[in-house]
T-cell receptor, first 114, second 115 residues
Framework: AQSVTQLDSQVPVFEEAPVELRCNYS??????LFWYVQYPNQGLQLLLK??????LVKGINGFEAEFNKSQTSFHLRKPSVHISDTAEYFCAVSVQGGSEKLVFGKGTKLTVNP | NAGVTQTPKFRILKIGQSMTLQCTQD?????MYWYRQDPGMGLKLIYYSVGAGITDKGEVPNGYNVSRSTTEDFPLRLELAAPSQTSVYFCASQGWRGGPSGELFFGEGSRLTVL
């Protein structure tokens, strides 16, 4: 079975500072990896995904993530955050080759302060 | 384009009551899901469906039932509500591109309180 660990439950940063949200996964088979964002009182929406190919994946709103197979990590980064990036971020994993189920981490609440 | 629509958005139930959360999607997606979200716990999969007439249990199915008679609709039934079912419920759908596309589309959630 797959599992996801998000190492920080809360990350406070100042506006225009860089940020990294950490995600590690566990799986005995090859995986697909995802980051979702949830703004207050809304559902989740896809930020970016790794399916294959380049290990550096770019998503919406200036976010990017790097797949590191040896460290089983998929950390999310942004070089300069805005107040509007305040949200909860979820890392998720599914099995490569056809699993229809995603397993989500517990989430990281990013708060961007002025 | 409505996407995934959930109703109701809010509901308060008494212990022992039953209710159905409605979910419909207009994207012709094969896969549909019900998750519950509790503070600090992420999302837990309750039930999912890979197509009309096919459903399967997720991680936390006890106390819930589902059906999938059409591609569009995937209602979640709560029987004999308990305080432990107080949560925010999300319906989601996923399309097919030679396999699951990997992108889930979520509804806005249904906040349920059981007193």
């Amino acid at each position: 079975a797959q599992s996801v660990t998000q190492l920080d439950s809360q990350v406070p940063v100042f506006e225009e500072a860089p940020v990294e949200l950490r995600c590690n996964y566990s799986s005995s088979v090859s995986v697909y990896l995802f980051w979702y964002v949830q703004y207050p009182n809304q559902g989740l929406q896809l930020l970016l995904k790794y399916l294959s190919g380049s290990t550096l994946v770019k998503g919406i709103n200036g976010f990017e993530a790097e797949f590191n197979k040896s460290q089983t990590s998929f950390h999310l980064r942004k070089p300069s955050v805005h107040i509007s990036d305040t949200a909860e971020y979820f890392c998720a994993v599914s099995v490569q080759g056809g699993s229809e189920k995603l397993v989500f981490g517990k989430g990281t609440k990013l708060t961007v302060n002025p | 384009n409505a996407g995934v629509t959930q109703t109701p958005k809010f509901r308060i139930l008494k212990i022992g009551q039953s209710m159905t959360l409605q979910c419909t999607q207009d994207m012709n997606h094969n896969y549909m899901y019900w998750y519950r979200q509790d503070p600090g716990m992420g999302l837990k999969l309750i039930y999912y469906s890979v197509g009309a007439g096919i459903t399967d249990k997720g991680e936390v199915p006890n106390g819930y039932n589902v059906s999938r008679s059409t591609t569009e609709d995937f209602p979640l039934r709560l029987e004999l509500a308990a305080p432990s079912q107080t949560s925010v419920y999300f319906c989601a759908s996923q399309g097919w591109r030679g396999g699951p596309s990997g992108e889930l589309f979520f509804g806005e959630g249904s906040r349920l309180t059981v007193l």
